[in-house]
């Protein structure tokens, strides 16, 4: 098996991990808001909060205010939903689709049976994914990307199931954001912290079949809540 890749990105900080953490589990936080959280300089967290604006993955905007004062800034996840679109996240998937195409056209491969907006989806997902570090397969038949070796299996125990959700969260995004029938809907449970398979559907296909996730969404907001999540995780800074 090969030795998992370097983990890289706009992510590649285990603080700006937290910092996504904080945001996609409640939209609008403030400046201070994740400070108190992360326990971070204002100005570390601005910093890091532009890194992530300028990948596409988190969104600004401004409160609206009925009182004096300066409105304060507001960030969220961008999820792709309305009020939550990242401009980047939507240009960096049309560039990943021009790509895709141009690929397809030299390599002279036969139309996708998932149609063209599901290729795109695909196309935006797997530039996402290497732009972080992994090596992703996709597999159209069974509707899964393999990312065996992890990179961040090297992670600190405590670590792992906020960097799974984190990273599920954005394949989530990056989808929705590419516009298609595709969605992220698990990572696989696994035996290993090297395993990592992420199971997608097709939205409103009506597939009801239970997936067997690493760490249900209750388990991982308790554990994720008492986690001390104050150091860094191997391989990130």
């Keep these: 098996m090969a030795s998992a890749g370097p983990v890289c990105g706009p992510i590649s900080s285990y603080s700006r991990v937290r910092i996504l953490h904080l945001v996609q589990s409640r939209p609008r936080r403030t400046i201070g808001e994740l400070c108190e959280?992360?326990?971070?300089?204002?100005n570390t967290v601005r910093e890091h909060l532009q890194r992530l604006i300028e990948g596409g993955y988190v969104?600004?905007?401004?409160?609206?205010?009925?009182?004096r004062g300066r409105p304060r800034v507001l960030y969220s996840a961008a999820t792709g939903a309305p009020g939550a679109t990242s401009p980047v996240a939507q240009q960096k998937?049309?560039?990943?689709?021009?790509?895709g195409d141009l690929?397809?056209?030299?390599?002279?491969?036969?139309p996708s049976e998932l149609g063209r907006p599901a290729t795109?989806?695909?196309?935006?997902?797997v530039e996402h994914l290497e732009e972080s570090g992994f090596d992703p397969v996709i597999d159209e038949d069974r509707l899964t990307v393999e990312l065996t070796p992890c990179p961040h299996a090297a992670a600190?125990?405590?670590h792992r199931?906020?960097?799974?959700?984190?990273?599920?969260?954005?394949?989530?995004?990056?989808?929705a954001q590419a516009g298609g029938p595709l969605a992220a809907r698990c990572v696989r449970s696994a035996a290993r912290p090297e395993e990592c398979t992420v199971e997608l559907v097709?939205?409103?296909?009506?597939?009801?079949?239970?997936?067997?996730?690493?760490?249900?969404t209750a388990e991982f907001d308790d554990r994720a809540g008492s986690a001390n999540t104050g150091g860094v995780a191997h391989g990130l800074a």
Excluded at 93 to 99: D, H, I, Q, Y
Excluded at 161 to 175: A, D, E, N, R, S
């Design 156 to 158: 600190r125990p405590e």
């Design 59 to 67: 969104v600004q905007a401004t409160e609206h205010r009925t009182t």
């Design 120 to 125: 795109y989806q695909l196309d935006a997902l």
């Design 202 to 216: 097709r939205t409103g296909s009506g597939d009801a079949d239970p997936c067997d996730p690493r760490l249900s």
């Design 37 to 42: 959280a992360t326990s971070l300089h204002p």
């Design 103 to 110: 690929l397809r056209r030299m390599l002279q491969t036969d």
């Design 93 to 99: 998937a049309g560039a990943a689709a021009r790509r």
């Design 161 to 175: 199931p906020v960097l799974c959700q984190v990273h599920l969260g954005l394949m989530q995004g990056v989808l």
